[in-house]
């Protein structure tokens, strides 16, 4: 047991567009908001590619904050993956402009020792074939988790489907496990993707909070409520970097303690789109998360009814 | 106090098709949902209009679930108020199809003399200038609640700004709030409402769940889960019928109450949708709506972390 994490995803530098401002070329990537994130509870290993374009000063940023970056491959000549998106008001969902892969279009993960010994695995969306690289490489990690998108549910079904028979915990949003399953019931839907393997599905649901969901229990929160959205890039990955580091952290893994990781990726994710880029999730102390986890198990509390009471009406 | 309910609303003849099924002419309309959820936990006055061909049937029954029906208008040789509509698999809106007003469109409420005592008044969605006319008749209720649509925030705008300066509570959901205010921020936007008049926003947030906010605090819950969805037809009435109703059961108006109030919301609007027209709301029992509050208490809590653990990372 060492409960470390280990993240795999993309680095990237993205240029986004929303109702409140933009910037371009900034740190994002699935891999790099995760990592940030779990890297306030966890001691984390990243694995991914970057041009030699990539910042030093992020990567240093990482280090700082005890991210190991041996596995993080710096391909000298080579571009960075860049991505750029627009959003509006309506900030559920961001339209795309442009994908350069880049560096990531030949990316090949290779674990060095200390990542594939991780106890805690967040395989983020990347090509299900690559994620299947990382879990032959990996050691007997206690948890592992995996996101995906809509485009590998529809292009690359049969290998989603071999990472979901593998992976401990998947996640995903709503839209995406209706299009996986082709079921437009929630609660059915999410029934059949814990028949396909995983022990536990999370549903995102973007500013409508998360679901953890098992064979026999369903555990739900709203979003934590913010005055200020200002980029929601990166929320996903935010919350499943909180979700993972706060296991490793606890070194549980029992309905209880991850209960309280949907709590604490939820208030992650709350940090994550209050600015652009990892800006906000980068101050966030473990103080505020411990604040906003507070705040919310409040907001979501009520109290019992006695039985016979409403019973004899 | 007598801690009674007047429900002001439509009673309709609704024509509805889902992926699951259809019915034509079924019981339909936001007062008379209201009234049948409230009426599991409270006396009710319900006050409406109906042409003489709706089912005396649908009167007796609600009757024997001790509906006082005397403010309910016959009109001799009028049509009732029909509905037709069509859901497609994301159940969260419905196509209309046809609206015919009928002897809703002279629909004039005059309000009992027993109706006008009531302590618990839920003004369902129909004009603000007749949800006005009803509050310039009851005497001094402890709570109002106004649900509204789309249709009068652009087109009875003042009125519907006078009736949330006059209410308790505001009930609608997501996408009239951003309407309302222009405001794509919800949190700011319930801001913005609350200035309106009202002391308490409940948002609506159809499959999402449902919030409860005041101007410090702010309460939410997600939907109560259901492997089976039918007809979503009456679920925001339904859930108004049961949050006042048990507001009216319990006799108080605290935070604490209004938190179990917006629960008792979520679950009765969740035996609403499980069938057509009001069958399923019809058969809910106070023992079956207690074994659900308890279930969403369960699906929902989490426990405490202690400070000093994770504030030391």
Chains 1, 2 share one sequence.
Not at 235 to 261: K, T
Request: aromatic share 8%; net charge negative.
């Amino acid at each position: 047991m060492n409960n470390e994490v280990l993240v795999v995803g993309s680095l990237a530098l993205d240029t986004v567009e929303t109702p409140f401002g933009q910037v371009e070329e900034a740190l994002g990537g699935a891999g790099l908001y995760a990592a940030t994130a779990a890297s306030l509870l966890a001691s984390v290993h990243l694995v991914g590619v970057i041009g030699d374009d990539f910042p030093q000063q992020a990567l240093d940023d990482l280090a700082g904050r005890g991210v190991v970056l041996d596995g993080v491959q710096i391909i000298e000549g080579g571009k960075s993956f860049r991505w750029s998106g627009r959003y509006e008001y309506d900030m559920n969902e961001a339209d795309t402009l442009e994908t350069h892969l880049n560096v990531f279009a030949d990316f090949e993960p290779v674990l060095p020792p200390a990542a594939r010994q991780c106890d805690f695995v967040f395989l983020a969306n990347i090509l299900p074939s690559l994620q299947l690289r990382v879990l032959d490489q990996v050691d007997q990690p206690r948890l592992t988790i995996c996101d995906t998108m809509n485009f590998w549910i529809e292009n690359a079904r049969e290998e989603l489907l071999e990472v979901l028979s593998r992976v401990h915990v998947a996640a995903m949003n709503d839209a995406e496990l209706r299009q996986l399953t082709g079921q437009p019931n929630l609660a059915k839907a999410a029934t059949e993707v814990l028949e396909m393997g995983p022990k536990y599905l999370v549903i995102k649901k973007g500013e409508y909070g998360a679901s953890l969901v098992s064979c026999d229990r369903h555990f739900a929160l709203p979003c934590y409520p913010l005055p200020t959205v200002v980029d929601p890039t990166g929320a996903g990955d935010s919350f499943a970097g909180g979700f993972i580091g706060f296991l490793a952290w606890s070194g549980e893994i029992s309905d209880e303690q991850l209960r309280q990781a949907l709590a604490i990726g939820t208030v992650t994710a709350s940090a994550c789109v209050e600015d652009f880029s990892i800006n906000a999730l980068g101050r966030l102390t473990a103080e505020e998360l411990y604040k906003r986890y507070e705040a919310l198990r409040g907001m979501v509390a009520f109290p019992d009814i006695p039985r016979e009471a409403i019973c004899s009406v």
